[in-house]
T-cell receptor, first 114, second 115 residues
Framework: DAGITQSPRHKVTETGTPVTLRCHQT?????MYWYRQDPGHGLRLIHY???????DKGEVSDGYSVSRSKTEDFLLTLESATSSQTSVYFC?????????????FGPGTRLTVT | AQTVTQSQPEMSVQEAETVTLSCTYD???????LFWYKQPPSRQMILVIR??????QNATENRFSVNFQKAAKSFSLKISDSQLGDAAMYFC????????????FGTGTRLKVLA
């Protein structure tokens, strides 16, 4: 299994509070991703990173920010959590050493905003 | 923009039988990759099979195989000799071979395996 951890694994927070989710990898992969998973929507990309300090928006980036100061860590921040951000969040990594670049996923974080 | 469509929200199959999950995609690219991921109740995403668009031969992995129809932009997953452990959500995913390394996922198909 790829070495990807997410913390926390579960979190309940109140509307309006800031929340930071952490993704940590030990694979030295260049690319890191944050997705959210909601029933009927599959996985939707929030932000991704293609190197240290290099990030770009995905399809559902509003209300989220990210940072990557080290290869191994990719942080997702909800500046002011809303109930619509209740979801399961997945981190993923990939590399470009070969032509077929599958993604490896973390275990997920279940976030509930009350 | 590329899109991935899974039109079957839920499927059922009898144990030991064969089932096919559908996936279609839309792209103007000629070179790309396609994937099927399995998500069991544990929530862990597991790669099932992958296909490179430049390869005409359909990928196979043990009981799992794909029917890749590039002209029709179709990428279906066939599971043979279905087992109870195959019960899960299955996601189809697309990634272009150039430019960004973004992956696009379908909405998923929930597969139930009946004993």
């Amino acid at each position: 299994d790829a070495g990807i951890t997410q913390s926390p694994r579960h979190k309940v927070t109140e509307t309006g509070t800031p929340v930071t989710l952490r993704c940590h990898q030990t694979e030295n992969h260049r690319y890191m991703y944050w997705y959210r998973q909601d029933p009927g929507h599959g996985l939707r990309l929030i932000h991704y990173s293609y190197g240290v300090k290099d990030t770009d928006k995905g399809e559902v980036s509003d209300g989220y920010s990210v940072s990557r100061s080290k290869t191994e860590d990719f942080l997702l921040t909800l500046e002011s959590a809303t109930s619509s951000q209740t979801s399961v969040y997945f981190c993923a990594i990939s590399e470009s050493r070969d032509r077929v670049n599958e993604q490896y996923f973390g275990p997920g974080t279940r976030l509930t905003v009350t | 923009a590329q899109t991935v469509t899974q039109s079957q929200p839920e499927m059922s199959v009898q144990e030991a039988e064969t089932v096919t999950l559908s996936c279609t995609y839309d792209t103007s690219e000629s070179d790309y990759y396609l994937f099927w991921y399995k998500q069991p109740p544990s929530r862990q995403m597991i790669l099932v099979i992958r296909q490179e668009a430049y390869k005409q031969q359909n990928a196979t992995e043990n009981r799992f195989s794909v029917n890749f129809q590039k002209a029709a932009k179709s990428f279906s997953l066939k599971i043979s000799d279905s087992q109870l452990g195959d019960a899960a959500m299955y996601f189809c995913a697309y990634r272009t071979a150039s430019g960004t390394y973004k992956y696009i996922f379908g909405t998923g198909t929930r597969l139930k395996v009946l004993a």
